[in-house]
């Protein structure tokens, strides 16, 4: 799974600085001693449905953000698409522009993880009109 | 913290304040500095929470009010400056403009600089004013005749000083 790039964890430092997906599995999050371990495929599925839902409001678009971002992870397009959705229920544009914002700094030193995402994104963000911070000028100070 | 009278509890309730005829009690009080209502949400710029509690404007002019409703419709028929205006409604600075450094460190550094010489100066004065004469101990020809005695002493023969001396070439090992 394409996930963060660097995760700082005793397992060591791994580096994915391919642009391509479908690398090579990175271990799941949680750090359970016991009991089964959430797959990438689990927990990506899990936001999905989480930003899914038909009637989700601000509070909760506003919660599954904090949180994601709050993860030693780049959330997967998937995970970004179905919350940029939401952002378009709650006709909300400018949060929008703010979860791709927070995806560049989640980012980190790793630069080529968010034009890939970008790349990922840009049938959706041309089909709900959403500008990239790039677009508006915002990403310089 | 804003000085607010001797009151234990919190401030009065209006229909406590009329009870009590306190009018002035309710509303403006004495306050020297300007509060925060810590008890409500509040608005902050923070790279680990991209999404505040409540939008950084929240009372909107009808050119806002406007806008909001046009952002209920495509977005694709915004203009970059209603999509930039909608953002900075909603948000006051953009990720770049939160990470951005600040020359404090310098004010910082230089302070701290200017008051290590202000102390030197203190300690200059005190030199002159307050320290007594330096004790002949330290002259040189009584620390050669205080090391001699040691040496002649023995002191620390073993791992010490008196090991380190060559007692048969009278000098240092």
Redesign the interface.
């Known amino acids: 799974m394409f996930r963060a790039a660097v995760r700082l964890s005793v397992s060591g430092v791994r580096s994915l600085t391919r642009a391509q997906p479908g690398c090579q599995g990175v271990l799941a999050t949680r750090g359970y001693s016991h009991g089964k371990q959430e797959t990438d495929e689990e927990f990506d599925a899990r936001w999905v449905t989480y930003f899914n839902k038909p009637d989700i409001d601000e509070w909760e678009?506003?919660k599954g953000?904090?949180t994601l971002?709050?993860y030693d992870l780049v959330p997967e397009p998937k995970i970004l698409e179905a919350a940029l959705r939401a952002c378009?229920r709650l006709?909300?544009?400018?949060?929008a522009?703010?979860?791709l914002?927070?995806v560049?700094?989640k980012a980190g030193p790793h630069k080529d993880i968010y034009p890939y995402v970008i790349q990922e994104l840009k049938p959706v963000l041309e089909e709900?009109?959403?500008?990239t911070?790039e677009?508006?000028?915002?990403?310089?100070? | 913290m804003p000085t607010r009278g001797t009151r234990a509890e919190g401030p009065p309730t209006q229909h406590k304040a009329a009870e009590l005829n306190m009018a002035g009690a309710v509303g403006k009080r004495n306050e020297v500095s300007d509060t925060v209502d810590m008890s409500k949400p509040l608005y902050t710029d923070s790279?680990?929470?991209?999404?505040?509690?409540i939008?950084y404007k929240e009372v909107l002019t009808d050119a806002d009010k406007s806008l909001?409703q046009k952002?209920?419709g495509?977005?694709?028929?915004?203009s970059?400056e209603e999509?930039?205006a909608?953002?900075r409604?909603?948000?006051l600075k953009?990720?770049?403009?939160m990470?951005?450094t600040t020359p404090e460190w310098k004010t910082v550094i230089g302070a701290a600089f200017f008051f290590l010489g202000f102390t030197g100066l203190i300690i200059w004065w005190q030199k002159v004013y307050v320290f007594p004469e330096r004790p002949r101990t330290f002259e040189g020809d009584w620390q050669e005749k205080q090391l001699k005695r040691m040496l002649d002493m023995r002191i620390n023969p073993i791992e010490g000083l008196s090991s380190k001396w060559d007692y048969e070439k009278g000098q240092w090992k």
Do not use: C, H
């Open positions: 678009l506003r953000m904090n971002v709050g378009r006709n909300d544009l400018a949060s522009i703010r979860i914002e927070v560049k700094d709900l009109g959403v500008s911070p677009e508006l000028g915002i990403d310089k100070v | 790279v680990d929470v991209p999404l505040p509690d939008p909001k952002e209920k495509p977005w694709n028929q915004l970059k999509k930039l909608l953002y409604l909603k948000f953009t990720y770049p403009e990470n951005q």
